[in-house]
């Protein structure tokens, strides 16, 4: 499966954005979708998941809260609706995608798609 992840730009502090990920290649239904961060300078980050009916998610401390992630298994797409920016949410996004496995273990993505960069300033 390909997967291109959008919806990055700049916004101020207290602000939103969401991200796409469209998938193609195979159907996105059959993966766990999740997302996955990169600040300048730092390791690549988890940030969220969503399980492959998109009735479960999972999420990381610092974003719990603040970030949803959602499906439409009908588009091949999921998405990340981060709202109440932070300067420190200043990364660049990567969608991911996995299979059960994924959901116990961040670790476990098998496929990454180019990343969406996304800027926060105070």
């Known amino acids: 499966v390909q997967l291109q992840a959008s919806g990055g730009g700049s916004v101020q502090a207290g602000g939103s954005l969401r991200l796409s990920c469209a998938a193609s290649?195979?159907?996105?239904?059959?993966?766990?979708m999740g997302w996955f961060r990169q600040a300048p300078g730092k390791e690549r980050r988890f940030v969220g998941m969503?399980?492959?009916?998109?009735?479960?998610?999972i999420y990381d401390d610092s974003v719990n809260g603040r970030f949803t992630i959602s499906r439409d298994n009908a588009k091949n797409t999921a998405y990340l609706q981060m709202n109440s920016l932070k300067p420190e949410d200043t990364a660049l996004y990567y969608c991911a995608a996995g299979y059960d496995t994924f959901l116990s273990d961040p670790s476990n993505a098998v496929y990454y798609g180019r990343g969406t960069l996304v800027t926060v300033s105070s």
């Open positions: 969503i399980n492959r009916s998109g009735t479960k998610t």
């Open positions: 290649g195979r159907t996105s239904r059959n993966y766990v």
